[in-house]
């Protein structure tokens, strides 16, 4: 039973990093931009909704309060300054958002304070069900599963359903075609940017009961995102879902079971040291499994 | 009959559903200089990536003066005496003319993990590299930065840069393509200069120039080689009149 | 295609030196090292401290530069070697305090010359395996890559309670060096410039070679080199190596000078201010990296004075620089002095 609620875990994990990597893989496919502010999205997500509830007590209001702050931040971002950087090469992508991030995290700790904050959970959500005889599990876990796995399901049909999907899906790989169509590529790389921030200040709002809301929070996800996306293959939406549903397993697991399976084979002390060193960096280490694992293939990245 | 310097036998290369080349056999011998021509979209580049090692193709064997290199990534393919010139340039642009080419003449004569000495104080080099500029007409710009380079000497350094590495099979990737009719008629005249020294094989849609260097020439139609022979042999063959000079006519 | 070169960067030809730069350069190292003795002659013994530090990040902005602005690598984890660096002297120095062994084998020391020779070792050691592993990649992955193994790095150490974990390892003192009195603040100052220098020399052998222009072609133009018989990824690993050597040193040197070294040091924003050095000096340039080094610990120390906030404006700095100019200070001397 323990190890169904701990796979429980693991998924709902997977799926925030999903929320996180969908963004990230959607705006580096079609932007061919690498944006490392994407974390400080999730982290005003976060804010905005924390501090709604606590002003109005609504968690309906602090959800919308969290997408609209996040998105609102995407766009502003996109406006003043990511679309500035499509035409240059990637070290100056890096060095811009890299800049907005000391901005944004720096302006958090002026405006709100060094001070973590807690956000309680709705009491509606806050007690566990039982989903078979011995299992209990928390509801706003299982909520977060449920609306993890209806984002993906709807980013999946919008990918291949719509027409914004359909350019989406050619401005990955013809760039230059969709713009020679008289699409308003303008418009287009501000709404998958706006979609983008949204679906990052989604995972802000919805981690806020669960860890603890401040500044740097979006940055170890933003970094736990990009491991999920190099495991699944940058650009790829659904290779983020698999590689977030793996991450997620890997690193829940193995901080679950790894101090038992090491203290079966060594002594106490030494054990916990390395299950603890282990499974601090398992995510990582499946990423480098999976980079050795892949052909060494210069050639078909050229063409 | 001699053996072959370049063999291919029944090479493949599909993208998704597009065949680019399709089951391809041709035998190319030493000192030959065998012209591939074919309308747009007929594969040719691709062919010769195929034959560089830039891709790999699907199935067939592709034999460099009898021995596989069809698996060997293009470093090695150079090792083994295989050389190109690229459409469009691929130069160092930061470095000048003479650097360019004297790194090839380094790089040609062992491995390159010398920490120390300084490689622009290589005067045997640099007199290797001086004569590959001469060859091709490009001494007098030896010391003009790349990036400064004009478009007709950029084709020229191509060529040098490849001779450096001391090639046994040079592919030519339409050396023509982009120059005056001066620059071409100087060019047409250095390859017949390098006719017999190198095997060449080059792929053109200058039929001038085709006519005037090629011994043999391949016709290629969909990836597929629709005809190979003689200047005359193809000129007169009516399946290449009406694929061919049908669809591309001029 | 070639769009991950910095081709913009072209400013730094560096391979003719004449008399006339040797002449300055020797002045310059002079001057340097002269910088204590003007420093106690003026009551201001805090200059020497922060000579230090600059010496110390210009290693590591070196070593970065010599992949980043030479061989056009663009990677974000650059600061794991130089934590790593900080914890092979930090971890020599508690095992040689307390007579105990690294895994029960390896003894400590307190020996600087033997802890920066092994920070080195170990330094290069890790940046071969990050190295083999990233390099199968470029662009955009190579990017998230590099800063995710150091991160991987930056956790493990955290986890690592014997060694501080969160909190770091203090040195109640320096190391010590035969001969020389090494915890003596000028002596360590001038300790730093040698290795410093050594480093440059080092640097400028590589980026002259035949090695260095292989490095150089293949961030200029890297179809060209395979077809020329180039096998890139060798060359790329040894440049990678090298650099997290570098930087391995630079870390030992700093943590030494602190005597503490934490999970800080191989931050991901750690890694950004390394690259913040290389390119406000200039990438592939050879002395830009000391410029970027003493204008960023200048601008932070300035900053600091007025806030604690000084993040935020050197964000902004750093964006106005990023968004407006290219090549960076030692471009713009350049330009200064006509050339």
């Known amino acids: 039973m323990i190890i169904l609620e701990q796979i429980l875990n693991g998924v709902q994990f997977g799926l925030t990093l999903f929320l996180m990597s969908a963004g990230l893989t959607l705006i580096f496919g079609i932007m061919g931009v690498i944006n490392l502010a994407h974390g400080s999205l999730y982290m005003i997500g976060a804010y905005a909704a924390a501090l709604t509830a606590v002003r109005t007590g609504s968690v309906w209001l602090a959800l919308v309060g969290g997408l609209a702050a996040a998105a609102l931040g995407g766009i502003v971002i996109e406006f003043a300054v990511v679309r500035r950087l499509y035409a240059r090469n990637h070290l100056d992508q890096v060095l811009a958002t890299f800049a907005l991030v000391l901005i944004i995290n720096q302006g958090a700790n002026m405006l709100l304070g060094r001070q973590p904050l807690f956000v309680a959970m709705p009491p509606a959500l806050s007690g566990s069900v039982t989903l078979l005889p011995g299992l209990t599990y928390p509801v706003y876990r299982l909520l977060v599963i449920a609306v993890g796995a209806t984002v993906a399901a709807g980013l999946f049909a919008m990918i291949h359903g719509t027409r914004i999907g359909m350019l989406v899906r050619a401005g990955a790989t013809h760039r230059q075609m969709v713009r020679a169509l008289g699409v308003n590529v303008a418009l287009l790389y501000t709404a998958v940017f706006g979609i983008g921030a949204l679906l990052a200040g989604l995972a802000g709002v919805i981690a806020g009961p669960i860890t603890s809301v401040q500044v740097g929070m979006g940055e170890q996800v933003l970094i736990l995102a990009f491991v999920v996306v190099v495991i699944g293959g940058l650009g790829s939406v659904r290779g983020a879902f698999f590689g977030a549903i793996a991450a997620g397993l890997v690193d829940t697991l193995s901080r679950a079971f790894l101090p038992t399976l090491f203290r079966q084979i060594m002594d106490g002390s030494n054990a916990d040291a390395l299950a603890s060193g282990m499974s601090a960096i398992s995510i990582y280490l499946l990423m480098a499994l999976v980079l050795l694992m892949r052909s060494q293939d210069l050639l078909a990245e050229k063409s | 009959m001699t053996s072959p310097m370049l063999e291919l036998r029944g090479v493949c290369k599909r993208f998704g559903g597009l065949t680019a080349t399709d089951d391809v056999s041709l035998a190319i011998s030493p000192g030959e200089l065998h012209a591939i021509i074919g309308p747009n979209g007929a594969g040719k580049t691709t062919l010769l990536n195929q034959v560089a090692g830039e891709l790999r193709h699907d199935a067939g064997a592709i034999l460099l003066d009898g021995h596989e290199i069809g698996t060997l990534p293009p470093w090695e393919r150079v090792g083994r005496g295989l050389a190109r010139t690229f459409q469009i340039t691929q130069l160092l642009p930061d470095e000048t003319v003479l650097d360019n080419v004297t790194l090839a003449v380094q790089v040609q004569r062992g491995h390159s993990f010398r920490f120390f000495a300084d490689a622009r104080s290589d005067p045997d080099a640099h007199a290797q590299a001086t004569q590959f500029l001469q060859d091709v007409g490009l001494a007098a710009s030896a010391s003009v930065r790349v990036a400064d380079l004009a478009h007709g000497e950029r084709k020229q350094l191509e060529l040098a840069v490849a001779l450096a590495t001391r090639p046994s099979l040079l592919l030519l990737d339409e050396p023509m393509a982009g120059l005056s009719f001066v620059e071409s008629q100087h060019m047409v005249a250095l390859l017949r200069r390098l006719k017999g020294r190198v095997t060449m094989v080059l792929v053109e849609h200058d039929m001038d120039a085709v006519f005037a260097l090629a011994d043999r020439i391949s016709v290629l139609v969909y990836g597929r080689v629709m005809a190979t022979g003689s200047s005359d042999d193809v000129r007169a063959n009516p399946a290449v009149r009406t694929a061919y000079l049908g669809e591309d006519g001029d | ?339």
């Open chain 3, 1 to 339: 295609m070639t769009s991950d070169t910095l081709e913009a960067r072209r400013s730094g030809r560096t391979y003719a030196f004449p008399m006339s730069r040797i002449v300055i350069f020797v002045i310059a190292v002079a001057i340097l090292a002269l910088v204590p003795a003007g420093a106690t002659a003026l009551h201001m013994p805090s200059v020497t401290g922060f000579a230090t530090q600059v010496l110390i990040y210009a290693i590591a902005a070196m070593s970065l530069n010599l992949i980043l602005g030479y061989g056009g690598m663009v990677t974000f984890g650059h600061a794991a070697f130089f934590g790593v660096g900080g914890y092979v002297l930090g971890i020599l120095y508690q095992h040689s305090a307390q007579r105990s062994a690294f895994l029960a084998l390896v003894p400590g020391t307190d020996n600087l010359a033997v802890a920066l020779l092994a920070a080195v070792l170990i330094g290069a050691a890790t940046a071969a395996v990050i190295g083999s592993l990233s390099l199968r990649t470029r662009g955009v992955p190579f990017i998230m890559i590099t800063l995710a193994f150091a991160q991987m790095l930056f956790f493990l150490f955290v986890s690592l309670k014997t060694y501080g974990g969160d909190d770091g390892l203090m040195m109640r003192r320096r190391d010590v060096v035969p001969f020389v009195d090494a915890r003596d603040d000028i002596s360590y100052y001038l300790i730093c410039l040698t290795l410093a220098v050594g480093w440059l020399v080092l640097t400028w052998c590589l980026v002259r070679s035949r090695f260095g222009a292989v490095l150089s072609g293949l961030r200029q133009n890297e179809r060209r080199m395979m077809a020329i018989g180039i096998a890139p990824y060798r060359y790329r690993l040894v440049a990678f190596v090298i650099a997290g050597a570098g930087a391995a040193l630079a870390g030992a040197l700093m943590a030494n000078y602190l005597r503490f070294v934490s999970p800080d040091m191989m931050h991901w924003t750690k890694s950004g201010e390394l690259m913040m050095m290389v390119i406000l000096g200039g990438a592939g340039t050879l002395f830009g990296p000391i410029l970027g080094a003493a204008a960023m610990l200048a601008l932070e120390t300035a900053l600091a004075a007025y806030t604690e906030n000084w993040q935020f404006y050197l964000g902004i700095i750093l964006l106005a620089v990023v968004m407006t100019t290219r090549g960076g200070l030692s471009a713009l001397l350049d330009r200064a002095s006509g050339r």
